[in-house]
C-alpha cells in the first residue's frame, strides 16, 4: 500500500490530523473576525461615533493647517469680539482666537485621554491576569488593594494629586491613569477566573507551560475583546476627567488649553451673552464622550456575537 493512500481509496493522499485542526482553527478565526466586524459595521449608532471621533481628530490634528491662528501671545484689543470672518467662533477673554484654541485644546484633550486609556488598560490587564492566575493570598491581597482603592472617591483623589504635582500634560495623564486602571483589572481578573480552569488551559500547564506563557499565549487573546471595550469607555471617561480637573482650576496652565479650561473661563462671561465662549467647548466634550460611547456599544455587541458563535 502506498504510504499517502487510506485503505480501501484510490490514491487519495492522507493528511496528518494536526494539520487538519490547524486548517479548520484557522478558517474558524477568520470566520469570527469576519463575522464581528459585520456585525460592528451594522451597527449605525457605532458607524456614527466613529464618524464623530474620526472628524473631531481631523479637526484638532488637521484644521491648524488650514486654520492658522496665534495661541500663544495674547491680545487684549481684540477680547471678547463676537464670531465674525476673521475670527469664525469670536476671541476669549485674552483675545485668543476661539475656533483656533477648540483646535488646540482638542489635541491636548484627546492626546490625555489616549494615553490614560492605554495606561490604564495596559496596568488593569496585567494587574488583572497575575491576581486572576494566582492563588489564595496573592489573590486576596491584590484584589483587596483594588477594593481599597475604590472606596475612596475618585475627584477626591484626582483633586488631591493634581494638587500636589506640578500641573502638565504627563502629570495630568499619571493622575488620571492612577485611578482609571481599577475598573479594567477587575474585568479582566473575572474573565480569567472563568478562563484558567478550561481544558485547554489544563493541556497547557500539563504539557510544562509556566505562568508568564499561559498568560500571554492564552489568557491575554481570549481578555482582548473585554479590554478593547473597555478601552473605548476609558477614553470617554477620560475625555471628562480632564475637563472636571480643568474646569476645577487644576488643569494645564495658559498657554495650553483643553475644552475643560476653555469651559471654566466661558463660564465667567455666562450673564455678558459671549455664548462662544461656553457652548462650542461644551459641545465638542458630549460629541467626543458620545461618540467613544457609541464606538464602544458596538464593540461590545460584536464581541458578544463572536463569543456567542465560539
Same mark, same amino acid.
Given at each position: ?9 484510490? +490514491? ?15 478558517? !474558524? ?8 466586524? *459585520? ?20 479637526? $484638532? ?10 495661541? %500663544?501671545?495674547?491680545?487684549?484689543? *481684540? ?15 485674552? +483675545? ?26 495596559? &496596568? +488593569?490587564? %496585567?494587574?488583572? $491576569?497575575?491576581? @486572576? ?10 484584589? =483587596? ?6 472606596? &475612596? ?10 494638587? *500636589? ?23 479582566? =481578573? ?10 485547554? &488551559?489544563? /493541556? ?6 509556566? @505562568?508568564? !506563557? ?34 476645577? @482650576? ?9 475644552? @475643560? ?19 462650542? /467647548?461644551?459641545? $465638542? &466634550? ?15 455587541? /460584536? ?6 458563535? /465560539?
Amino acid at each position: 500500500m502506498i504510504g499517502n493512500e487510506r485503505p480501501g481509496g484510490k +490514491g487519495t493522499a492522507s493528511v496528518a490530523p494536526a494539520e487538519v485542526i490547524a486548517a479548520e482553527s484557522g478558517v !474558524r478565526s477568520a470566520s469570527l473576525r469576519k463575522a464581528t466586524l *459585520i456585525v460592528f459595521l451594522q451597527n449605525r449608532l457605532a458607524l456614527a461615533g466613529l464618524v464623530i471621533v474620526a472628524g473631531f481628530f481631523l479637526f $484638532c490634528f488637521l484644521g491648524p493647517v488650514f486654520y492658522h491662528t496665534n495661541q %500663544i501671545a495674547t491680545n487684549v484689543q *481684540i477680547a471678547n469680539q463676537p464670531p465674525s470672518l476673521k475670527h469664525l467662533l469670536g476671541t476669549d477673554s485674552v +483675545g485668543y482666537d476661539e475656533l483656533g484654541r477648540l483646535m488646540a485644546g482638542g489635541r491636548i484633550t484627546l492626546l490625555i485621554a489616549l494615553a490614560v486609556a492605554v495606561l490604564a488598560t495596559s &496596568i +488593569g490587564l %496585567i494587574w488583572g $491576569c497575575v491576581a @486572576g492566575v494566582s492563588r489564595s493570598a496573592v489573590d486576596s491581597l491584590m484584589m =483587596r488593594i483594588v477594593d481599597a482603592a475604590l472606596a &475612596i472617591p475618585g475627584i477626591f483623589l484626582l483633586i488631591f494629586l493634581n494638587s *500636589i504635582l506640578k500641573p502638565s500634560v504627563f502629570v495630568l495623564t499619571f493622575v488620571i491613569a492612577a485611578l482609571a486602571w481599577l475598573v479594567p483589572s477587575r474585568l479582566v =481578573r473575572a474573565e480569567v477566573l472563568s478562563l484558567r480552569e478550561r481544558p485547554f &488551559i489544563e /493541556a497547557s500547564r500539563t504539557a510544562g507551560a509556566n @505562568g508568564v !506563557r499561559i498568560v500571554l499565549r492564552h489568557l491575554v487573546p481570549n481578555v482582548f475583546g473585554t479590554v478593547a471595550v473597555n478601552a473605548t469607555f476609558q477614553v470617554a471617561d477620560a475625555v471628562l476627567a480632564v475637563a472636571a480637573l480643568s474646569f476645577l @482650576g487644576l488643569g494645564i496652565p495658559p498657554p495650553a488649553a483643553n475644552w @475643560g479650561s476653555m469651559l471654566a473661563n466661558g463660564v465667567n462671561y455666562t450673564f455678558a451673552g459671549y455664548w462662544w465662549q461656553i457652548w462650542p /467647548a461644551g459641545i $465638542c &466634550i458630549v460629541a467626543v464622550v458620545v461618540g467613544f460611547n457609541f464606538i464602544g456599544e458596538g464593540l461590545r455587541d /460584536a464581541i458578544d456575537v463572536r463569543l456567542r458563535a /465560539a
